[in-house]
């Protein structure tokens, strides 16, 4: 057992939130001071978790706390940064509205004014007397239940709050870049709340990146995705930073009837950590979800991506796949689970995640779940670890492909299961590209 | 003790025993009082004239029962249990229940009939008082025998501590270690008897071994410990178990089971095991916690598990094999069936350490009634395990709204040369596979015991002949009633 105490960042966790959150606050709600006070007994309670916890078994989180971080928000990016964060987020050809959001604050960008009218973009402080901020705002996610979502309830500051209005379709994606940077070590928690209201439908884009080489800047972040009657929400997440991030997401979704979600995560070099927590809550019948992801991760990088698919009402059908690709000393974890209640019925479930080992070093765990309390169901998961076929690899070079070609071009085709779901042709186009970057050439592979 | 003696003469000897550790007590002389402590435990050590090895060694597992906990990441309520109420030896004599089969239940005996067991077994099984020399125990002198000829030294786990202790030390608690786990611990502490089995080099055992005709004679016991050698280049199918409802009065079954397999060995565990499962509403009902685990010392060994469990109220076991030798194989095949508010959390753990190592995992889970079946698998490949393979296939088939189907598999990859598949479905018996055996003049329940001996197939296959008949029959008794 790790005694909390022992760790600067509890100390300091405590101290800040008598000192900022524990008195009522003027620009907040009662009801936001309530669900930050209980959200932090809940923290108090379960600390940080060690990897005794199930949901950490192969996560051990704890080395990343230990530095010392600083809590304050950092002040508005200079015009350096946010220039970096375009460049690093740049995805070619796209045709998009673009946000930034820097350490958690909305930044004034220009591009806010071109928004339609039908979608709102405000920061999460200013929209907390928003009728949609009150009816859903900490009622999606069960913070009762999550170490890192305790905590970032309890202490969340920054974030973004998006409404789109009841029958209206965003024509092109939004493009939300998450720049991190800081000089001292930072410790941030920014909040999303996303309403997609009644057969409203949009694609939005998540960048997530760190570029420069800064301290090292650690991200609780917690995002709502409230999705009504008859929406349609496809949300891609693109993964980016540089070595000093250490990024911990979790989504929680709510769906309503007849509507589609579909989550794209791609987690790529070179971010120490990534834990991605993508629940999804099917709260009425007909819903259909459609979960991709993957991972390519080299260097020490850890990547954890723990995934929950919550069957509560009969006829929905979700579909989850996942696959990764493991280079140099990076670890690798999946845990899907799919959970049918007794009413589910008629539940269609299915989940893959396939690995490639390519490195004598890299690991692996995996950790599919059902678990069905309804009988009239169809589910299934399957797994696989393994590497390159050697007779591919053959076959290609005996047409003339180099080695490093031929490897990239496979890779790219075990990949080919979750990029070909991409909606926008250049998001597919940049992500295969990243994909065959990342790819090392044989003598690299060899002497790892 | 002599390593013949009757059964008879056993329990006059131990009754006539002058009682050593001062109890004052009322009871009989071959029963301890209930609870564990130090005392109860050189009791049991001083009853059966152990060497002071294997006292200091239960010692260690008792020091390590009191540091346990009890787990919590289980899937079902742990039930309270008091570990102080359990009287820990008892001396192994049958007790009879009855008087004549007329007393016996009759659904029991209607079992029986099902499963075509013969009269006398019945009455054993059922706990009647039996007159006659029951047939298997002579049987069981004739194969005995046989096996002293070859080598093969099969009997229980006090002989074999009496007859030959270089065996037993060497090998007793090497693969279950006395701290793994706290019903392990338990066991170490407080077992009672066993099954011990030494193939010699090169001898490939002519016959299926059995516990079933061990223990007419020698009495089970609640804490059992079985240990199973496979010298180089030999190789034993094992039997536990029975397909006939067990009478028991015990509510906690804490068994161990050690197997090792050195070069070129093979051994087969098959068990089959149908304990009381409580009644209807799962009072009553055997607790079966269970630690079985078999190690792959040598090259080229095999370990092969294959388990049918349909009893007990609760099932909670994970057979598993650690693959040390280079080449070395494990395989694990499991049916497990639960109905009314039966609870089966099972599987296996697969650690491959050593080279080119194998592993295959078969497992079939069917749920009806209320009952909740999950199956827990770790696939484990370590950083030197090359060229190390793994195929999992668990199914789960869910018969009733009110049940519950569950898979928790674990895989854990450390090398790269690793291939490793699994994957598991759930679903229920189709109406259109049912509707065509309607129209074909077969009822739903027969149907349905069809339906579920396909799907249960590749498991069964597994099972020596004997064994699979009977398995198959008590599929279609277990899910009986479970249809309409």
């Known amino acids: ?306 995934t929950f698919m919550n069957h509560r009402f009969a006829n929905c059908e979700s579909n989850e796949v996942y696959k990764g690709v493991l280079l140099d000393n990076a670890v690798g974890v999946f845990n899907g689970k799919v959970y049918v209640h007794q009413d589910a019925q008629k539940t269609n479930a299915f989940q893959q995640n396939n690995n490639l080992l390519l490195s004598p070093k890299a690991v692996i765990n995996s950790k599919p779940q059902l678990e069905i309390f309804a009988d009239d169901v169809k589910c299934s998961h399957g797994t696989t670890i393994g590497q390159l076929s050697q007779e591919a690899m053959f076959y290609l070079q005996s047409r003339g492909i180099g080695e490093d070609a031929a490897r990239a071009m496979l890779v790219t085709a075990f990949a080919f299961d979750v990029t070909e779901n991409i909606r926008i042709p250049a998001l597919e186009e940049h992500i295969n590209k990243l994909i065959t970057q990342h790819i090392p050439a044989k003598q690299e592979l060899v002497n790892v | 003790m002599a390593n013949t003696v009757d059964s008879n003469e056993l329990i006059n000897e131990i009754a006539t025993k002058e009682y050593e550790f001062g109890f004052v007590t009322d009871i009989e002389m071959d029963v301890a009082p209930p609870g564990l402590n130090e005392d109860v435990i050189k009791f049991i050590s001083a009853k059966k004239e152990e060497p002071e090895w294997l006292l200091q060694w239960r010692m260690r597992g008792y020091k390590a029962f009191m540091k346990s906990e009890m787990p919590t990441w289980q899937n079902f309520e742990m039930p309270e249990l008091d570990f102080q ?137 609640q804490f059992e410990r079985t240990l199973i050698i496979a010298d180089e280049g030999s190789y034993v199918s094992y039997l536990e178990g029975c397909t006939a409802p067990m009478r028991d009065e015990n509510q906690l079954h804490a068994a161990v089971v050690e197997l090792i397999a050195l070069d070129n060995a093979e051994i087969k565990y098959s068990t089959v095991q149908n304990w009381y499962p409580g009644d209807k509403e799962g009072k009553g009902g055997i607790y079966n916690f269970v630690t079985k685990r078999g190690a792959c010392r040598g090259v080229n060994s095999k370990i092969s598990w294959t388990q049918v469990e349909t009893g007990s109220a609760i099932t909670w076991k994970y057979p598993s094999v650690i693959l040390q030798g280079d080449n070395s194989s494990g395989e694990f095949y499991s049916v497990a ?94 109406e259109d596979q049912i509707f065509y055996l309607n129209q074909r003049g077969i009822d739903s329940e027969k149907a349905v015991a069809l339906i579920v001996n396909g799907y249960a197939k590749e498991v069964l296959n597994q099972l020596p002949m004997e064994f699979a008949v009977e398995a198959q029959k008590l599929l279609s008794i277990t899910l009986e009633g479970s249809v309409g």
């Open chain 2, 337 to 430: 069936v639960t109905g009314n508010r039966q609870i089966a959390d099972t599987g296996t753990k697969i650690y491959h350490l050593g080279r080119n190592t194998k592993s295959r995992i078969i497992s079939k889970g069917i749920s009806a009634g209320r009952s909740q079946n999950s199956y827990r698998g770790l696939v484990h490949v370590g950083a030197k395990a090359e060229n190390a393979r793994n195929f999992t296939q668990c199914d789960s088939l869910l018969i009733g709204d009110r049940c519950g189907a569950h898979t928790f598999p674990y895989i854990e990859t450390k090398n790269n040369t690793a291939m490793v598949e699994h994957e598991a479905t759930t679903s229920k018996i189709g």
């Open chain 2, 85 to 221: 109420a359990i009287s820990y030896y008892a001396a192994p004599k049958n007790k009879k229940k009855y008087e004549s089969l007329d007393e016996v239940d009759p659904e029991l005996l209607a079992t029986f009939a099902k499963l075509g067991i013969p009269l006398n077994e019945q009455k054993v099984l059922a706990g009647v008082a039996v007159d006659a020399v029951f047939d298997s125990i002579s049987v069981a002198t004739t194969y005995k025998e046989k096996l002293k000829e070859l080598g093969i030294i099969f009997c229980s786990i006090s002989e074999a501590v009496q007859e030959h202790p270089e065996l037993v030390q060497k090998y007793l608690g090497s693969v279950v270690p006395h701290s793994d786990n706290i019903f392990a611990s338990l066991n170490t502490a407080a077992f009672s008897d066993g099954s011990f089995v030494y193939i010699p080099k090169g001898v490939r055992c002519p016959m299926e071994l059995s516990t079933y005709f061990r223990i007419n004679t020698q009495g089970t016991g």
């Open chain 1, 1 to 306: 057992m790790v005694n909390q105490h022992s760790i600067p960042l509890y100390q300091a966790l405590l101290q800040a939130y008598e000192e900022r959150f524990s008195g009522s606050r003027a620009s907040e709600p009662d009801a936001i001071h309530k669900l930050r006070q209980n959200a932090f007994h809940t923290f108090q309670e379960l600390g940080f978790p060690t990897t005794k916890v199930e949901d950490w078994k192969y996560t051990n989180v704890i080395p990343f706390l230990r530095e010392n971080y600083t809590l304050s928000t950092t002040p508005q990016a200079t015009a350096t940064e946010l220039e970096q964060a375009h460049q690093a987020a740049a995805i070619p050809g796209m045709d998009c509205y673009t946000l930034v959001l820097h350490n958690g604050q909305l930044q004034p960008a220009v591009d806010t004014n071109q928004l339609p009218a039908f979608l709102k973009v405000i920061s999460i402080e200013e929209a907390m007397q928003e009728p949609s901020f009150q009816k859903h705002f900490g009622k999606i996610v069960d913070a009762g239940k999550h170490h890192f979502a305790a905590l970032n309830t309890a202490m969340f500051t920054g974030g973004l709050f998006l409404e789109i209005d009841a029958n209206s379709h965003l024509d092109k994606p939004l493009h939300i870049i998450h720049t991190y940077s800081s000089a001292d070590n930072l410790f941030t928690q920014p909040r999303n709340l996303f309403v997609v209201n009644r057969s409203a439908s949009l694609s939005i884009i998540e960048s997530v990146v760190a570029p420069g080489n800064g301290a090292t800047v650690f991200v609780n972040g917690l995002t709502e995705v409230a999705v009504a009657e008859n929406a349609n929400v496809q949300h891609y997440t693109l993964q980016t930073a540089n070595e000093q991030l250490r990024n911990l997401h979790h989504t929680e979704v709510s769906q309503k009837r007849d509507s589609v979600y579909s989550g794209y995560t791609f987690s790529l070099p070179s971010a120490q950590l990534l834990r991605n927590n993508l629940h999804i809550n099917l709260d009425d019948e007909h819903t259909e979800t459609h979960l991709y992801g993957l991972y390519l991760a080299n260097s020490k990088q850890l990547v954890d991506n723990h």
